[in-house]
């Protein structure tokens, strides 16, 4: 249901902007793509992976903590955008969709690869 009340802050946010904030609030970086892809390649800064498609990450949103500080990101920012959405609606105050992995390691974010 629609409430017109809700206060929904942009989840969004731009690599440079991710720079930016994780320097000042490490937060904690969470991957949202299956394992499959987690396991080709991730963040080295990754915290967590929760497989959003599966349900994993829906099942773990209780056990997160609100007053904390997390960072999302997925192959294109879709899906971590959709489960920042969600952390929103469940009362979590700071959450970004900091976007696809691809263009996070090409920012020169630090990446573990498969071979």
Same mark, same amino acid.
């Given at each position: 249901?629609?409430n017109?009340?809700?206060?929904?802050?942009?989840v969004?946010?731009?690599?440079d902007?991710?720079?930016?904030?994780?320097?000042?609030?490490?937060?904690?970086?969470?991957?949202?793509?299956?394992?499959?892809?987690?396991n !080709?390649?991730?963040?080295?800064?990754?915290?967590?992976?929760?497989? *959003?498609?599966? =349900?994993? #990450?829906?099942?773990?949103? %209780?056990?997160?903590?609100?007053?904390?500080?997390?960072?999302?990101?997925?192959?294109?920012?879709?899906?971590?955008g959709?489960? !920042?959405?969600?952390?929103?609606?469940?009362?979590?105050?700071?959450? *970004?969709?900091? =976007?696809? #992995?691809?263009?996070?390691? %090409?920012?020169?974010?630090?990446?573990?690869?498969?071979?």
């Open positions: 249901m629609f017109i009340f809700s206060k929904t802050t942009e969004n946010v731009s690599i902007h991710f720079k930016e904030m994780i320097e000042k609030e490490r937060g904690i970086v969470i991957d949202v793509r299956t394992k499959q892809e987690y !080709a390649g991730h963040l080295k800064i990754t915290d967590a992976q929760y497989d *959003f498609l599966n =349900g994993e #990450f829906q099942d773990q949103i %209780e056990n997160f903590d609100k007053n904390k500080t997390y960072y999302l990101y997925c192959r294109t920012g879709n899906r971590s959709q489960a !920042a959405r969600i952390m929103q609606n469940e009362g979590f105050k700071n959450v *970004f969709n900091v =976007g696809g #992995f691809e263009e996070l390691a %090409e920012a020169g974010f630090d990446a573990n690869m498969s071979e």
